[in-house]
């Protein structure tokens, strides 16, 4: 008898007919004779809606009092779906994240799973029961409600698959799985059947908004096999897990993000330290860097660009303009109107020409590169925004078998 | 340094404005140096609206699925009455009923408190914030979450001020406090300063809708002073305790509920036990039986007349009808175009004449009584739906000062 966590996001619980279908899919697995944990989170504009009723009281809310009042939103949707199930006459009992023992640092707003004491749970399935999760949620040590942070229910559902030593974790979405490209602009696209952790991590840092980063983490570190799956439609989702067979194409993804804003700073002062005193300035006030490229020096200076998230824009070049006493460079000039795209995939490591074949067809498009990253499995450029969809469908078409 | 427990209900804090309202009220007791907890219910219709979609989903769902769900409502209010308090810079807390320590039975959707654990609040106070605690719920020995049924956020204040030994508890509602009369029927209504614990049960069972009985009760019996008063509006309420001061008015109140249905059984064989049968056999469907009237027994046979709320009547006419077999008589015959008019006065124990002045009054005014029911804080008396808010004036006027 296999133990199943399956996770449900926002949209796949919105309204009645849809938490009626739910409750029907895990019904259905639970008669295959598997037991089914399931984890949910609150439905569709649900926290949106809280959000705006707290901002019309006070915009500035305390995280704790913000974390008390979201969680509200995942307790109204397990209760929906255990009546569900009671209507298709299963045995099913709901848990808030604290009875289904969901222990957190005490970091309101995004707080991080320190462990999780499944007794209760393992309690509800000896009883036969389909236990229903509220995700995004735990208790802290002074026994305050807190809130994961992004992606916490994804999160939520790979921790407890891997506390209860779980055979899967099968994570239902909008979309039939991870594709090598968003099919909404290459239509083509073709879905993976598997996919390495790491590989997923790059494609999720990328924005291909499938899984949450931390909850592949987590599933690598804990070796948890993920599906991520249509809570729609009946059809095999893909695989996550730390080996995958060898698939046809070399790569397996081409994502673009949008959300990337470049600073330059020129004619820094040649000597030591700079980029120390840059980058540390940055991480000090949490702005996170994602591609960094510093020049060769000439004539005793040099230049360095990087890139961050649009909103973290302002607050960089505050902070690099505060630094002007301190390291001596001629001009800043910054441009948010680029979008990273980008090509993952395990097999590159082996294969020296993937990097050329993706530089070769953006030429051959007459697509501009403004900056080059690459690691292991990945490759990513920086272009101008307005290429960015053009740049992913030519790249996937180069890589096609 | 006083401690208060203060009582808001659902419709005073309905929306942003009203809870801002109550913020205000809160820090202003506290700035007056007063230590302030404070029980909250849900917000305007969210209970309804909550009911609304599990009705939608499973119009049988489990009491404890319901409570999981209903329970969320008083978690919204109470963080967002917090953040409003945030932005008063008073420091604050909220607390859900198991954070508060409420312990109750296992009766989901209508619990009774068991016991309240109160130190997670007293170290609250110690830190010097107002602590918000949401009503209506708490947790069972399973570690299931609760609610107390109808007037539970009443129970749950006064519960918490006898546990804390608070100085005083304060029900805010939409009236100014305890009245002789309805004053949208008698407009020369008179406030009272005082009520003791006895009249004021009276009160709230015969329909005044103020208190809860269950509250009461519970105020009773730990002697705890409370006040009803005004949520909108700064005026003195009324007091609710042990002893009062003697007033003008003999009586404390006159009132009329209309929610009641009257079944007489005509010609029932006049043999020892028939009354046993009855009314055993409705306490054992769970049938609150009111006033009660046997007639003297003439010609061998008897008439049992009784009265039941509205929603009891099919239910009871069918109890009835089961024990024809066992019991023999004559015909059944119910009207549920009555209302019930009582007056209440801890005083008439020492005036014989008070229910004769009721009387009087009902017979000037030509209203006819189809049954009376008397103890020593009130008399009862049957009439006709249509005659009742005169009933109410005329009654009023007679025992005016």
Chains 1, 2 share one sequence.
């Not at 006493?325 to 948010?336: A, C, G, L, T």
Request: charged share 25%; with cysteine.
């Amino acid at each position: 008898m296999a133990l199943i966590v399956q996770k449900f996001g926002g949209s796949s619980v919105a309204d009645a007919e849809r938490v009626n279908n739910v409750a029907n899919r895990i019904v259905e697995t639970a008669q295959l004779g598997n037991r089914v944990v399931v984890v949910v989170s609150a439905q569709g504009d649900t926290t949106d809606e809280l959000i705006e009723k707290a901002n019309e009281i006070n915009p500035n809310a305390s995280k704790r009092e913000m974390d008390m009042l979201l969680s509200s939103g995942e307790q109204i949707s397990i209760a929906l779906l255990a009546m569900a199930i009671e209507k298709l006459n299963y045995p099913v009992i709901s848990l808030t994240g604290w009875q289904a023992g969901f222990r957190t640092n005490a970091t309101s707003g995004n707080a991080r799973i320190d462990k999780i004491d499944v007794e209760r749970i393992q309690s509800e399935l000896d009883k036969r029961n389909i236990v229903i999760v509220a995700g995004f949620q735990g208790l802290n040590r002074y026994d305050d409600i807190t809130t994961l942070g992004r992606g916490g229910s994804d999160t939520s559902a790979v921790a407890l698959a891997a506390a209860l030593q779980a055979d899967k974790c099968e994570i239902y979405t909008d979309v039939d799985g991870v594709y090598t490209a968003d099919p909404r602009i290459v239509p083509d696209a073709i879905k993976l059947d598997e996919i390495t952790y790491d590989e997923m991590l790059e494609l999720a840092s990328l924005g291909a908004n499938v899984l949450h980063n931390r909850s592949v983490e987590m599933a690598k570190k804990y070796n948890v096999k993920l599906e991520v799956k249509s809570s729609f439609r009946k059809v095999p989702g893909t695989i996550v897990k730390e080996v995958t067979n060898v698939e046809k194409m070399l790569i397996r993804g081409v994502t673009r993000d949008n959300d990337v804003a470049r600073i330059a700073i020129i004619g820094v002062e040649d000597t030591p330290g700079i980029a120390f005193k840059v980058f540390s300035a940055l991480a000090k006030e949490g702005v996170n860097v994602d591609m960094i490229l510093q020049s060769i020096g000439h004539g005793g200076t040099k230049d360095i660009v990087f890139t961050v998230t649009k909103n973290n824009l302002t607050r960089t070049l505050a902070i690099i303009e505060g630094l002007k006493d301190s390291m001596h460079y001629q001009e800043v000039n910054h441009r948010d109107d680029l979008s990273k795209v980008s090509i993952v995939g395990a097999g590159m490591v082996n294969n020296p020409g993937v990097a050329a074949r993706m530089f070769e067809a953006l030429f051959a498009a007459d697509i501009n590169i403004h900056m080059i990253s690459t690691s292991e499995i990945k490759v990513s450029v920086l272009i101008n925004v307005n290429n960015a969809e053009r740049a992913v469908k030519v790249i996937h078409d180069q890589f096609r078998v």
